[in-house]
């Protein structure tokens, strides 16, 4: 008797190339965006770290895009050490995630608050930060942008979290 062997469930097929070209594609046409920014908040004098960028007008939490193969938490201890000479001390604690239209139809942004952490020096300007320092809470710089302004309102004021940027 001639029997045809059981493909186990764990095994998948593979798909046809015309659909692997089909999803390599779509990945290439559609592409998501992902951002965090990071809310570096010192307890003691209710202030919080703000950064203004030599591309673009107003002050912003620190932070950027994750890279292709890193975590979000990842692309923020490299955006916090390198925009403000931040190191994490612990493990920072996500707040929110927001659609972000004004910078495409597909990007989105996740905020972490940051409480346990250490400058290691102050940021000099380069040719991406302008400048870089803590702000009291209720003496936020002329310039802050809109989004910072939400999502400070949401984190500290208790306002209702917004789905968009």
């Known amino acids: 008797m001639n029997e045809t062997p059981s493909r186990s469930t764990s095994q998948r097929p593979t798909p046809p190339l015309n659909a692997r070209l089909f999803h390599f594609w779509l990945r290439l ?4 965006t992902l951002g965090m920014r990071g809310v570096i908040y010192d307890q003691e004098a209710h202030a919080v770290f703000l950064v203004r960028h030599t591309y673009v007008k107003g002050w912003h939490f620190p932070g950027g895009g994750v890279e ?8 923020l201890a490299r955006e916090l050490a390198e925009e403000g000479n931040i190191e994490l001390l612990e493990r920072p604690v996500l707040k929110s995630f ?3 239209r004004m910078a495409s ?3 989105h942004v996740a905020v972490y608050l940051i409480t346990r952490f250490r400058q290691t020096h102050p940021h000099v300007p380069d040719r991406e930060i302008a400048e870089a320092r803590f ?3 209720d003496a936020l710089p002329e310039g802050t942008s809109e989004g910072t302004r939400r999502r400070i309102a949401e984190i500290f004021e208790n306002a209702a979290v917004s789905d968009e940027w």
């Open 105 to 107: 139809n597909r990007d």
């Open 68 to 75: 292709p193969g890193e975590s979000t938490e990842a692309a």
């Open 135 to 137: 702000f009291p809470l």
């Open 98 to 100: 927001h659609f972000n």
């Open 29 to 32: 046409s559609r592409p998501v």
